[in-house]
């Protein structure tokens, strides 16, 4: 059962263009969302979040939109660089009792961004 | 300063053989989480450690165990491994618990034959 999913294996974007990169999720206990970065032979970098509090968050070039009636977030990047050429990870957070939380991640989307 | 780091980089073990990798984390943090990452899927959260005690733990068989040292550094043992447990293991860290703005090392890679 898969809680958070990125359908997109793989997004090709022209330098300059935006980049949408979108997540869905099931579970509606999810309160705080997640996204990573990861250059091949590196960890995940942390990239941008939000709280579901929230319905967007901006850091610069990237801005993180919510929908949570429709249990949906989306990453924009803009402008596309190529080095922003990486796997995207969607992540998300819901306290599971007894004091303990879960992180649940997508299987990430591939982005190519052709100079 | 350095970031998070992990030994070994790669791994060779036989089925039911025991491994254990290590984990120091990044310069004034405090809790570790370990993931493995199964080719073509996300990282999947093992467990974290905070005051050297596991305070979350994922959806892994007790076969998955680990410690964290005064220092705050990390171990994640495996016993009785399968083929299964191939996979590029991650380690997370952090300042306090939870998950947020955490650094990952480089992972090590855990080929199980």
């Known amino acids: 059962d898969q809680q958070v999913k990125q359908n997109s294996p793989s997004l090709s974007v022209q330098e300059g263009r935006i980049s949408i990169l979108n997540c869905d999720y099931t579970n509606s206990m999810f309160d705080y969302f997640l996204w990573y970065k990861k250059y091949p032979a590196e960890g995940p970098t942390f990239l941008i979040s939000i709280s579901s509090i929230k319905d967007k968050n901006e850091d610069g070039r990237f801005t993180v939109f919510l929908n949570k009636s429709a249990k949906h977030l989306s990453l924009h990047i803009v402008p596309s660089q190529p080095g922003d050429s990486a796997v995207y990870f969607c992540?998300?957070?819901?306290?599971?009792?007894?004091?303990?939380?879960?992180?649940?991640f997508g299987k990430g989307t591939k982005l190519s961004v052709i100079p | 300063d350095a970031g998070v780091t992990q030994s070994p980089t790669h791994l060779i073990k036989t089925r039911g053989q025991q491994v254990t990798l290590r984990c120091s984390p990044k310069?004034?943090?405090?809790?570790v989480s370990w993931y493995q990452q199964a080719l073509g899927q996300g990282p999947q959260f093992i467990f974290q450690?905070?005051?050297?005690?596991?305070?979350q733990r994922g959806n892994f068989p007790d076969r998955f165990s680990g410690h964290q040292f005064p220092n705050y550094s990390s171990e994640l043992n495996v016993n009785a491994l399968l083929l299964g447990d191939s996979a590029l293991y991650l380690c997370?860290?952090?300042?306090?618990?939870?998950?947020?703005?955490?650094?990952f090392g480089p992972g090590t890679r855990l080929t199980v034959t």
């Open positions: 450690y905070y005051e050297e005690e596991e305070r």
């Open positions: 997370a860290s952090s300042l306090g618990q939870g998950f947020h703005e955490q650094y």
């Open positions: 310069s004034g943090h405090d809790t």
């Open positions: 992540a998300a957070t819901a306290y599971s009792g007894a004091g303990s939380y879960q992180l649940t």
